[in-house]
């Protein structure tokens, strides 16, 4: 397969390897006398640590130290990207302010004598009061953390909100409010965290295998905490990684303390989280409690939209931080045009876990907030939700679209798109079969959401508002780099700075190039998760990869093709402009017999002596690429369900959906990620939920108790697209990481609660688990 | 996670079970409860001893009057046997609604009652349809009715040197039906129960003759819902009877609020159940 294979459902190159078991992630990666770590983590979400009795533990054999906050002050606090608000120590330092906090590190012959270590270590705590819920945090009453002035870290404004309360207090205006929790959750990646350390002593450098999905990164916080010539003396390594979904996104300090044990130990040094421990040391996500507002005309009409609530950012800041809520801020008009819009968001610490960029990080909350407050204005209006949403888009001749926060959104025909979920679900028939039921005393529901979500993360701009690696010593931006380089014996070789975690992008490279240069994917090898290989790349996140890294990857073969395409003209004595290259190789156009294949090319561009006058041997190129805008994919959602009347069960019956991504390389693929973003979206609506008791004790530690759902939960999804391509970038792709997870959640409390209307139920606080609809249910009747 | 260190035995006749048991030591079947519980280090026997190797354990036999269960047979191999679908329906629908497949592949119902979860499914269905376990150790076999052997949370009426080799379930007669229902944490049938019931009924010329309803989920063990089974027995069976029935579900059982309901909701879901499993058994008949 080569050209023409963009754009078709090629089966993913990664998955031999990984269906068969043999894929490599970190831990199947063995060294020679390495050592594992286990950590004693706080049980407490606040507490002044007393004492730390390490003595039985050093004495246990095989037991070969124990590190407390007293042997790793000095590397200083973990870096973060964004640093604002209170940055993590290493380990706890004097104070733990969340459950799960590292206290102590305990380094030992291998990982069931470092547990056992570790649970022979006592730590005395003199308990502290905890503050856990985040707007009790935002009034300030009780400070998280005394050396900072204040809980709220950052606050996001944007908008007038004078304007908005104006059009609010106008006679003939209808205000549609909810205040809304938009609930924490556990990024829940099939592999747990793990990292492997090796110091090299006597070359000062170290390598890192870790789950990460920001490889440099990594590599510049270790090159800036231990004091490295450079960035060059870190290599960081993701090999396979087992699911990302934001968790990798980030640098963290059992990366660091591992690399710190290895150095003083000079031993390998593992460190393999365990699940539960990913509860409470792995970042969390969303955390929002906030109030939207919808100000409209009697007749529908969108005049004003508000966003006012606070953000929980747990205990500490680490790498995006306050800056996640941000990206929420990009998308939180929706696909409405406003006349006055406002929003304001509190980033307040708790004594919590922290929380970070989760899929979508910021705007499915946004998204979330919009599609719920548009359905309840509709019935605030009496109108049809799909009408009154169509009334108020953006139109596909506003595109480019100016929107009140200050984004250019690249291009969209919204109402074609959900006229398309209309049809293709037969929402008309859906309503009948709804009235039906309902006259039987069934609660069926239809619920639809629309979404705009800003992709592809870029362009570096972004970086002077303080969106870069500069945190980590990196000052590089929201740009990607490619090698593309063609091996003497005319295999390929493309080298990626994106820090996949399961998506395809070794299949997905492989067939840009594969399209581009007419060499066959079965050539082609994808290395990427390795910072010698690159010279950056900001890694995989925000739905970025195809759109930055993809890109960067054509533009580099583009450049191999320029440059063989010469050397194909040297060979075939004809002009490098009527090259064509096709089946391997490349020939005159219009004269398909007057061909050269690839390895008669790369033998060429191999032996100087064989080249054009004046050309340089070799071929192999390097590219950048920065977009000249996010990209805007989109879409349309309906869900239909039905509660149990008794139980306050909610049964998902069916899930339509009509995505645009804008040009698609894989179709498969993007399925693939519609699938499983969408049913993360389900959980979010339905199940999940980081659950602390008031003394910020976590309830929902284990995946017994924190529910994520599974296939035989869910319906099979019928998926539908249309295709708007970008202009931000020349393969006009847009990205379809998040769209599943950012719509799919309030398509679903929009069809319980549609469902049930009758009762005249207006909102329901996720998860809708059955006893929060049953109490619903039960305050309605009565 | 790892647990600590124990011993690990694995007989292959009951007998060298038996000299393996003793004070500090678990038996071992799928390992689906015991494993979790040992990593997480919640629990830390001395000795496991793995029954999987011992013959004769891992089937489901008729003996004419009753049929049995053997140690070693699966949720799956309970939820699909012809067997126990046609005597003890209730039982193998618990079966088949525990975990996910994976689970119901490995885990055991005989390992399921011993655990007796109060969120569990089969110990309700083995209550509903008269199970008897059949507890036996090198002092001797007991016979412990499915009534006297959920005693506590997490706790049933076997000693650490006992195996439940086997239960033994009474076969379906005339006139005889039994059903098994949940809401399960996750929605649906999803998951351990929030509540569940499990519900045998005996009906001769147009009433109830006898009844036996189980609950699930709410207090702190699978237990015997005794006025529900008193209150059918007499009655047509009609729905204003199993309502009336059904008012007596809590009797005696305190509803313990979770994650998954409040006290109030539970108590409510318990209602529910039973009541659906009622007419389901009386469906089944
Ligand atoms: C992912 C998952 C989902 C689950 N979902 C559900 C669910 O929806 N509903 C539900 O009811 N359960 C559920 N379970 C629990 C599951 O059913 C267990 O398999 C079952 O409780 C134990 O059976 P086992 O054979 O695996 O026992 P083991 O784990 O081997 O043992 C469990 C306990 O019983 C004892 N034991 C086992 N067999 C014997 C014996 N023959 N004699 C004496 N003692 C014995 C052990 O000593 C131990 O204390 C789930 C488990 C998992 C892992």
Redesign the interface.
């Known amino acids: 397969m080569t050209q023409g294979v963009f754009g078709t459902s090629v089966k993913r190159t990664e998955d031999p390897a990984l269906l068969r078991g043999k894929g490599l992630f970190v831990d199947d990666i063995k060294r020679h006398d390495e050592a594992a770590a286990a950590f004693v983590r706080s049980p407490f979400a606040h507490a002044r640590i007393t004492s730390i009795d390490k003595s039985a533990a050093e004495a246990m054999p095989g037991v070969q130290a124990v590190y407390t906050t007293d042997d790793v002050r000095s590397l200083g606090p973990l870096l973060a990207q964004v640093a604002i608000g209170k940055l993590r120590p290493l380990l706890a330092d004097e104070v733990v302010k969340h459950v799960g906090e590292a206290v102590v590190m305990v380094v030992a012959d291998n990982?069931?004598i470092a547990?056992?270590g570790a649970?022979a270590v006592l730590v005395d705590y003199d308990p502290l009061t905890a503050i856990i819920d985040p707007e009790y945090a935002a009034t300030n009453e009780t400070l998280v953390h005394d050396e900072l002035e204040s809980n709220v870290i950052h606050t996001w404004e944007a908008g007038e909100a004078d304007a908005v309360q104006e059009l609010a207090d106008r006679e003939d205006t209808v205000v549609t409010s909810l205040k809304m929790v938009n609930q924490r959750l556990i990024p829940t990646a099939i592999e747990p965290r793990g990292v492997l350390a090796e110091w090299q002593h006597g070359y000062d450098r170290v390598t890192l295998h870790t789950t990460t999905q920001q490889p440099h990164a990594v590599a510049g916080a270790l090159a800036l905490t231990f004091g490295l010539p450079g960035v060059n003396s870190a290599r960081v390594i993701a090999p396979e990684v087992g699911g990302g979904f934001g968790r990798g996104l980030n640098v963290y300090a059992e990366e660091m303390l591992a690399v710190f044990a290895s150095r003083e130990l000079g031993r390998p040094v593992r460190w393999i989280e365990?699940?539960?421990?990913a509860s409470k040391s792995t970042i969390h996500g969303r955390g929002w409690t906030a109030t939207a507002t919808i100000v409209s005309e009697p007749d529908g009409h969108f005049l004003a939209y508000s966003l006012v609530g606070v953000a929980d950012m747990g205990a500490y800041s680490q790498n995006f931080s306050v800056a996640i809520p941000v990206l929420g801020q990009f998308t939180m008009p929706g696909q409405y045009k406003w006349e006055a819009i406002y929003w304001k968001m509190d980033c307040v610490h708790t004594h919590t876990p922290t929380v970070d960029a989760y899929r979508g990080a910021g705007r499915p909350e946004t998204t979330f907030y919009v599609e719920r407050t548009v359905d309840a204005a509709a019935r605030d209006l009496g109108m049809d939700p799909i009408e009154l949403r169509k009334k108020n888009f953006f139109q596909p001749e506003d595109f480019p679209a100016d929107t009140l926060i200050g984004m250019t959104m690249d291009s969209g025909d919204y109402g074609s798109n959900l006229d398309i979920l209309v049809e293709k679900a037969d929402i008309k028939g859906l309503r009948a079969m709804q009235e039906a039921a309902r006259a039987e005393g069934r609660y069926i529901g239809v619920g639809i959401a629309t979404f705009v979500e800003a992709c592809g993360l870029a362009p570096s701009g972004f970086a002077d508002a303080g969106v870069s690696w500069a945190g980590y010593g990196l000052p590089s931006a929201f740009n990607e780099s490619a090698v593309v380089r063609i091996n003497p014996d005319a295999s390929a070789t493309v080298v990626t700075g994106t820090g996949p975690t399961g998506q395809g992008h070794e299949t997905v490279w492989s067939q840009i190039v594969s399209d581009r240069l007419a060499i066959p994917m079965e050539r082609i090898v994808v290395i990427h998760g390795d910072t010698k290989d690159t010279p950056m790349g900001i890694g995989t996140g925000g739905s970025r990869s195809v759109a930055v890294g993809g890109v960067a990857v054509a533009i580099a073969a583009d450049r191999i093709k320029e440059k063989a395409a010469k050397v194909a003209a040297h060979l075939l004595e004809a002009s490098a402009e009527d090259i064509v290259f096709a089946d391997n190789g490349a020939h005159v156009a219009g004269s398909p017999d007057k061909s050269v294949s690839w390895t008669d090319i790369a033998a060429t561009a191999y032996q100087p002596h064989k080249m054009p006058e004046g050309m340089e041997a070799g071929l192999d190129m390097t590219a950048f690429f920065d977009p000249s805008n996010l990209t805007w994919p989109y879409g349309s959602h309906v869900a239909v369900v039905e509660v149990d009347p008794?139980?306050g069960?909610?049964?998902l019956m069916s899930y339509s959906a009509v995505d645009d991504c804008g040009n698609i390389v894989n179709p498969m693929i993007v399925a693939g990620q519609l699938h499983g973003g969408i049913a993360q979206g389900i959980g979010q609506a339905?199940?999940e939920e980081a659950?602390f008791d008031e003394d910020g004790n976590l309830?929902?530690a284990?995946l017994?108790?924190y529910?994520i759902?599974?296939a035989?939960?869910l319906p099979s999804f019928d998926l539908a697209k249309t295709t708007t391509p970008t202009d931000a970038n020349p393969l006009g792709v847009k990205g379809i990481g998040e769209a599943g997870t950012i719509v799919s959640t309030p398509t679903i409390v929009n069809a319980v609660v549609d469902a049930l209307s009758p009762l005249g139920i207006n909102d329901i606080q996720m998860p809708l688990?059955?006893?929060r609809v049953?109490?619903a249910m039960q305050e309605a009747r009565s | 996670m790892y647990p600590r260190q124990f011993d690990y035995v694995a007989p292959t006749s009951l007998e060298e079970a038996f000299a393996a048991l003793g004070d500090d030591s678990k038996v071992m079947a799928g390992g689906m409860s015991l494993i979790p519980l040992m990593k997480m280090r919640l629990f830390s026997p001395d000795v496991i001893v793995d029954i999987a190797r011992i013959p004769g354990l891992a089937t489901i036999h008729d003996a004419g009057d009753h049929i049995s269960i053997g140690a070693l047979v699966t949720h799956g191999e309970t939820a699909s046997s012809d067997s126990v679908v046609a005597n003890a329906t209730a039982l193998a629908t618990a079966a088949s609604l525990t975990g996910d497949v994976q689970v119901r592949n490995r885990g055991t119902t005989c390992g399921a009652l011993a655990h007796a979860d109060v969120a569990a499914d089969q110990p309700a269905g083995a209550l509903a349809c008269g199970a008897v376990m059949i507890a036996q150790s090198a002092s001797g076999t007991r016979e412990i009715p499915a009534s006297e052997f959920f005693v506590d949370a997490m706790t049933s009426a076997l000693r650490s040197d006992e195996v439940l080799t086997s239960i033994r379930l009474p076969k379906t007669g005339a006139g005889e039906g039994s059903a098994y229902d949940k809401l399960g944490r996750r929605g649906g049938h999803s998951d351990y129960a929030v509540a569940g019931a499990a519900a045998w009924v005996k009906k001769s010329n147009g009433s109830i003759e006898a009844a036996r309803v189980a609950l699930t989920g709410v207090g702190i063990k699978p237990t015997l819902a005794s006025g529900v089974a008193d209150a059918l027995v007499g009655t047509d069976g009609s729905d204003a009877a199993v309502a009336a029935a059904t008012e007596h579900a809590l009797e005696g059982v305190t509803v313990l609020e979770d994650l998954y309901g409040s006290e109030e909701y539970k108590s409510h879901l318990a209602k529910v159940y039973v009541s659906r499993a009622i007419k389901q058994a009386l469906a089944n008949i």
């Open positions: 990982a069931a547990r056992d649970d365990t699940r539960s421990e008794d139980t069960d909610v049964d339905l199940f659950v309830l929902t284990s017994l108790d529910l759902p599974t035989a939960d688990r059955p006893k049953w109490a």
